[in-house]
């Protein structure tokens, strides 16, 4: 049972450097979402998709983009890396349309370092 | 923003010890879910609860929607070393206001 798989897991970038973070889901769930774990901050949530080629901002967007690839991937890309996004991203997928209450199901998370 | 208030922020318990913690909110949720975070890895659901008054078990842990459905409760019994890790609450508010918020964690610490 694989869930969500994020790749890699574990990355350091030099300031300016770009990186796709990868993840795929294979419950055939709809809505999938990228988060960031900060010391003391929880999780926030940085942009999900409700479907197959939508996507939409969260709360922390700036710095980043996403693709949603098919059903079961959903990429998220640093365009130039800055040290204040060091941090450990999960991927999440949930049955169903976003707005529901459905749970989250989350990836083991990718550790970025910038440095 | 963040919306869920849980606390404590962290605990240190001795193995055998019973634990609780909460999750506030000065909004209605409609779901009411408790995750943990083991070292190194993602969240883990515990327990979902959608109704207000709700209790739900999962072996030794205990949860519970409040019934003003502004806070949550969990409870884990007999705690043992592998109970250490974060526990987060998260809560959704409804169809037309979307997204999951998540509480800040707890962090808990159980010494053998």
């Known amino acids: 049972n694989a869930g969500v798989t994020q790749t890699p897991k574990f990355q350091v970038l030099k300031t300016g450097q770009s990186m796709t973070l990868q993840c795929a889901q294979d419950?055939?769930?709809?809505?999938m979402y990228w988060y960031r774990q900060d010391p003391g901050m929880g999780l926030r949530l940085i942009y999900y998709?409700?479907?197959?080629?939508?996507?939409d901002k969260g709360e922390v967007p700036n710095g980043y983009n996403v693709s949603r690839l098919n059903k079961r991937e959903f990429s998220l890309r640093l365009e130039s890396a800055a040290p204040s996004q060091t941090s450990v991203y999960f991927c999440?997928?949930?049955?169903?349309?976003?707005?529901?209450?459905?749970?989250?199901?989350f990836g083991d998370g990718t550790r970025l370092s910038i440095l | 923003g963040q919306q869920l208030n849980q606390s404590p922020q962290s605990m240190f318990i001795q193995e055998g010890e019973d634990v609780s913690m909460n999750c506030t909110s000065s909004?209605?949720?409609?779901?009411w879910l408790w995750y943990k975070q083991d070292p190194g890895e993602g969240p883990v659901l515990l327990i979902a609860?959608?109704?207000?008054?709700e209790l739900t078990s999962n072996g030794r842990l205990t949860a519970q929607f409040g019934i003003t459905r502004k806070d949550s409760f969990l409870n884990i019994s007999a705690s043992i070393p592998s109970d250490v890790g974060i526990y987060f609450c998260?809560?959704?508010?409804?169809?037309?206001?979307?997204?999951?918020?998540f509480g800040r964690g707890t962090q808990l610490t159980v010494w053998p």
């Open positions: 999440a997928s949930s049955e169903g349309s976003w707005y529901s209450n459905q749970p989250q199901h």
């Open positions: 419950m055939n769930h709809n809505s």
């Open positions: 998709s409700a479907s197959e080629g939508t996507t």
């Open positions: 909004s209605i949720f409609n779901t």
């Open positions: 609860l959608y109704k207000a008054g």
């Open positions: 998260a809560g959704h508010r409804g169809s037309t206001l979307g997204r999951l918020y």
